[in-house]
């Protein structure tokens, strides 16, 4: 059974940080390019930033470069985000996602709250 669990969210401070994670199982960890995305009330969804299955290569959202950095255990089978600098509109639901092939996969969501 699939499963992308993510943790760490909260409420913090504007310049604050937080570290999310994300547990998978049920699959080749390894195999997935993995990504952050986020939802803020009334918006669509927006992709954070991407890491690959061997965590070689990294893209951000240019609203979060320089403060988030991904990466992922691939011997944990955990993916993170490091948010740094934060600003109330980082405020979201984060989600977690692993893509390969026809194979796409979804966490239920961590909520952030950067209040000013």
């Known amino acids: 059974q699939v499963q992308l669990v993510e943790s760490g969210g909260g409420l913090v401070q504007s310049g604050g940080s937080l570290r999310l994670s994300c547990a998978a199982s049920?699959?080749?960890?390894?195999?997935?390019?993995m990504a952050w995305y986020r939802q803020a009330p009334g918006k669509e969804r927006e992709l954070v930033a991407h890491?690959?299955?061997?965590?070689?290569?990294?893209t951000y959202l240019d609203s979060v470069k320089g403060r988030f950095t991904i990466s992922r255990d691939n011997a944990k089978n955990t993916m993170y985000l490091q948010m740094n600098s934060l600003k109330p509109e980082d405020t979201a639901v984060y989600y977690c996602n692993a893509v390969f092939l026809y194979n796409d996969y979804w966490g239920q969501g961590t909520q952030v709250t950067v209040s000013s």
């Open positions: 890491i690959t299955g061997t965590g070689g290569t990294t």
């Open positions: 049920g699959f080749t960890f390894s195999s997935y390019f």
